[in-house]
């Protein structure tokens, strides 16, 4: 280091805190009474508290009693719709989607979207997530959020074959005019819905200007078994194989749900060309009272990565990843029948680096290490719920909450210190939304956005 730089005050000084690291076998390691030094957004330096005494700092956090872990990444979701939580209950899915969601979807503004993407942002924040993946509509003005608030995302503007060719050139032209934006926080991908509401023309079109242009897809996929079992039955293919057959699987492709995938798409999966990863949201599925859930461990022998997702809050009504990471372990443990599958390590893992490597960034975030992103959050453990601490990876995953994150870092940047929000002005926010409620939500015109038939 040059005298300059020792010189120099870091942007970030954390200290007294016990640290989540992971080894280069990407085990989970806790380092005790640690220090995490940053500067200009990069972690600089993960040491002993000791050895920081006396630096100087922009700003200096004693986190005694807390833990840092790398922030929480919310691999699939629909940030707008926070404006729509609770309003299709107790429902399934074909009476949520064409009697509720995509009725009240039809009179969305870029306005409505601006509120329920704040409400949203906000929300995951005080709840420890640094980074979400985003599909939806109006995402302009969902990139000027996260601009603002200073979260990072992986953005896609949806699409549905019933637009026409439009429909796809905006997805691109979406992607390609907010790709690396917010200071490079923000990426991009392409977005078609998913099988059942784009066709197989769209779909290759899309995977041609995946590799044209060098961007990601993210899509839903066998969300569940009867969408499955109906392409099985009209197409003879599963959805799977519609994304190998059109090309996507051979682009960077986040599938959304995956609790449809059966045991003859786990080879295409395997042997895809490009990087396939699966966002698990088990809230929601609970609620639907779909059958099954993502296979999670059938995809982890086959090498594919599964990230924590929450889904919108329309279908979850959360978008605390803490409760899908156990969920997610609980689940998993009872649909294998094994306690020791989906440990609380397993869990952490699947929320830090397996969640990086699902929204592409991985060597960039999912690990406070040197050279990484400053994205971080502080854990305080000293509640009652969490004592006494005997595995301190099972406190974290079953007996800490959302609301245990005291602080939450983004690229160096304090947006939650103390649990006070400083980036989004949620009072404000709430009151517009509640003024536009009542037009956002009215049915009586009869349309909606797209017919749910599977």
Not at 181 to 199: D, F, M, Q, S, W
Not at 223 to 241: F, W
Not at 306 to 326: H, I, K, Q, R
Not at 344 to 372: F, M
Request: net charge negative.
């Amino acid at each position: 280091m040059t005298p300059s730089a020792v010189e120099s005050p870091a942007g970030l000084i954390i200290t007294g805190c016990t640290v989540l690291t992971h080894d280069d076998q990407e085990e989970a390691v806790f380092l005790e009474d640690a220090a995490v030094v940053v500067r200009d957004g990069v972690v600089e330096e993960v040491t002993d508290a000791g050895a920081v005494a006396g630096r100087a700092a922009d700003e200096w956090i004693d986190a005694r009693g807390q833990v840092a872990l790398p922030g929480l990444i919310n691999c699939h979701t629909h940030a707008p719709m926070a404006a729509l939580r609770g309003l299709a209950e107790d429902l399934p899915t074909e009476a949520w989607f064409n009697d509720v969601v995509w009725p009240v979807e039809s009179n969305l503004t870029e306005r409505d979207v601006t509120l329920g993407a704040l409400l949203a942002c906000a929300e995951m924040i005080r709840a420890g997530v640094t980074c979400f993946a985003d599909h939806y509509f109006a995402m302009d003005a969902v990139a000027e959020v996260v601009a603002a608030c200073g979260m990072r995302a992986l953005l896609g503007e949806a699409y549905f074959s019933s637009q026409g060719p439009q429909g796809r050139e905006k997805s691109l032209e979406f992607a390609l005019r907010h790709r690396g934006t917010a200071g490079g926080r923000i990426t991009t991908a392409l977005a078609p819905h998913a099988p059942y509401t784009v066709n197989d023309a769209d779909l290759a079109a899309t995977a041609d200007l995946a590799h044209a242009h060098d961007l990601p897809v993210h899509l839903h996929a066998a969300e569940n078994r009867d969408q499955t079992e109906a392409s099985l039955a009209r197409h003879g293919v599963t959805p799977v194989e519609v994304l190998h057959r059109t090309g996507i699987l051979d682009t960077d492709v986040l599938i959304a749900h995956g609790t449809g995938i059966v045991e003859s798409d786990l080879p295409l999966l395997a042997h895809a060309r490009g990087r396939t990863a699966v966002a698990t949201a088990p809230r929601g599925y609970l609620k639907f009272a779909w059958p099954t859930t993502t296979p999670v461990r059938a995809l982890r022998d086959i090498g594919v990565p599964v990230g924590l997702a929450t889904d919108g809050a329309a279908s979850n009504n959360s978008l605390d990843v803490w409760e899908s990471m156990a969920l997610t372990s609980l689940i998993q443990k009872s649909t294998e029948g094994d306690p020791r599958w989906l440990t609380s390590r397993q869990a952490l893992h699947h929320a830090t680096l397996q969640s990086a490597h699902a929204v592409g960034l991985e060597g960039s975030v999912g690990r406070i290490a040197p050279g990484h992103r400053a994205d971080l959050v502080l854990v305080d453990l000293t509640g009652p719920h969490t004592r006494p601490v005997h595995d301190l990876a099972a406190t974290l995953v079953h007996s800490a909450r959302a609301a245990d994150v005291r602080t939450t870092v983004v690229d160096g940047r304090i947006l939650m210190r103390d649990r006070r929000l400083l980036t989004i002005d949620v009072p404000e926010v709430v009151r517009e939304l509640d003024e536009r409620l009542p037009a956002l939500v009215d049915r009586g015109h009869g349309r909606r956005i797209q017919e749910y038939d599977t």
